[in-house]
């Protein structure tokens, strides 16, 4: 079995400053690796994915990834964050041989002005 | 394209009613989810279903069952409501099951209360 932990529950950060979501899991397999943005009163979407290839994976609204095979992470990334980019980050794994996600318990980006 | 819709929006349910929470995609995907978000506990799978016509239950199906008729509908049912199903429900769907690296497409949610 997989699991996916997301190391912090809050993260409260200034606008422009950089951030770093953390993302750590565990897996007897090969996993495809997901991030989610949900922002406030909404669905979850996609962020960014990985799934083969070079391990840093650009997304959606600045953001990047990195994929760290032998420190089973998944860190997501942005240089410089917004007051838009308040939401709930999820991380996600997918072992090999399954096609239904594990999700970690969300971060929660919190950009004060 | 509206993707994934779901209603009701929100619903004040009291204990012991039934309840049905509709699901519809027009994006013709086969696989289909249904999530429930708790604070702090993140997203838990309830039941899923591969294709029309088969269903699988998920990490926590006590208390709720489902049923695929066709492609787009997803319908999720409480026979008889417990303040513990209180939870905001996200009904989800990809593209083709059995496939690792399809990500996951959304609806707005069901807030839902019990009392």
């Known amino acids: 079995a997989q699991s996916v932990t997301q190391l912090d529950s809050q993260v409260p950060v200034f606008e422009e400053a950089p951030v770093e979501l953390r993302c750590n899991y565990s897996?007897?397999?090969?996993?495809?690796l997901f991030w989610y943005v949900q922002y406030p009163n909404q669905g979850l979407q996609l962020l960014l994915k990985y799934l083969s290839g070079s391990t840093l994976v650009k997304g959606i609204n600045g953001f990047e990834a990195e994929f760290n095979k032998s420190q089973t992470s998944f860190h997501l990334r942005k240089p410089s964050v917004h007051i838009s980019d308040t939401a709930e980050y999820f991380c996600?794994?997918?072992?090999?041989?399954?096609?239904?996600?594990?999700f970690g318990r969300g971060t929660s980006l919190i950009v004060h002005p | 394209i509206a993707g994934i819709t779901q209603a009701p929006t929100s619903q004040i349910l009291a204990a012991g009613r039934r309840m049905t929470l509709r699901c519809t995609q027009d994006?013709?995907?086969?696989?289909m989810y249904w999530y429930r978000q708790d604070l702090g506990l993140g997203l838990r799978l309830i039941h899923y279903s591969n294709t029309a016509g088969t269903t699988g239950k998920g990490e926590v199906p006590d208390g709720y069952s489902v049923s695929r008729a066709n492609t787009d509908d997803f319908p999720l049912t409480l026979a008889s409501a417990v303040p513990s199903q209180t939870s905001v429900y996200f009904c989800?769907?990809?593209?083709?099951?059995?496939?690792?690296?399809?990500?996951?497409?959304f609806g707005p949610g069901t807030r839902l209360t019990v009392l």
């Open positions: 989800a769907s990809s593209e083709q099951a059995g496939v690792p690296y399809n990500e996951q497409f």
């Open positions: 996600a794994v997918t072992p090999l041989g399954s096609y239904i996600p594990t």
């Open positions: 897996s007897s397999v090969s996993v495809y």
């Open positions: 994006m013709r995907h086969n696989a």
